[in-house]
T-cell receptor, first 110, second 109 residues
Framework: NAGVTQTPKFRILKIGQSMTLQCAQD?????MYWYRQDPGMGLKLIYY???????DKGEVPNGYNVSRSTTEDFPLRLELAAPSQTSVYFC?????????FGEGSWLTVV | QQPVQSPQAVILREGEDAVINCSSS?????VHWYRQKHGEAPVFLMI?????EQKGHEKISASFNEKKQQSSLYLTASQLSYSGTYFC??????????FGTGTRLKVLA
């Protein structure tokens, strides 16, 4: 059982570069989420999706974009990376009251 | 809108009990509680549903206050493995799920 899979696990970006964090789930869940967690801090909601083709902003959406063309995939796009985006990114999916997390993607912007 | 947790940090000796609070400006209809170890994803501990029903860990329980704007997590007879950061999580709109500010807990031998 793969669950929620995030790639890459680690990445270093230069300021101004762009990249996509991939998130895939094989549980056919409608609800998916992206969070970021800065060192020593809590998890902040970036974007979420309630189904294919439907996305909405979370608490900290600036500097990010998402798409949800299929139920399985929920990629997070960083445009023009900034040092403030150095963080750990967690993708999650949800069924009812149960939330499943990916293992996280560590991103450093230098 | 982010739920505020208190205390921010707590240190215990093994066997002691702890209470962690999660306060919201609006009524909480259900609250999840998680423990996160450094470098790992949050691990689900329990859920407190709007009717007060609980599902989860046997040595951990939770409750709402009268107005359901605060949930409290009760850790009984703490063990070294209880160390970590605790988060509450809740929906602030339909399936818009956010986390509280977090409480760091350290259990000493």
């Amino acid at each position: 059982n793969a669950g929620v899979t995030q790639t890459p696990k680690f990445r270093i970006l230069k300021i101004g570069q762009s990249m996509t964090l991939q998130c895939a789930q094989d549980m056919n869940h409608n609800y998916m989420y992206w969070y970021r967690q800065d060192p020593g801090m809590g998890l902040k909601l970036i974007y979420y999706s309630v189904g294919a083709g439907i996305t909405d902003k979370g608490e900290v959406p600036n500097g990010y974009n998402v798409s949800r063309s299929t139920t399985e995939d929920f990629p997070l796009r960083l445009e023009l990376a900034a040092p403030s985006q150095t963080s750990v990114y967690f993708c999650a999916s949800r069924e009812g009251n149960t939330i499943y997390f990916g293992e996280g993607s560590w991103l450093t912007v230098v | 809108q982010q739920p505020v947790q208190s205390p921010q940090a707590v240190i215990l000796r093994e066997g002691e009990d702890a209470v962690i609070n999660c306060s919201s400006s609006k009524a909480l209809y259900s609250v999840h509680w998680y423990r996160q170890k450094h470098g790992e994803a949050p691990v689900f501990l329990m859920i407190l549903l709007k009717g007060g029903e609980q599902k989860g860990h046997e040595k951990i329980s939770a409750s709402f206050n009268e107005k359901k704007q605060q949930s409290s997590l009760y850790l009984t007879a703490s063990q070294l493995s209880y160390s970590g950061t605790y988060f509450c999580g809740t929906d602030i709109a339909s399936y818009k799920y956010i986390f509280g500010t977090g409480t760091r807990l350290k259990v000493l031998a």
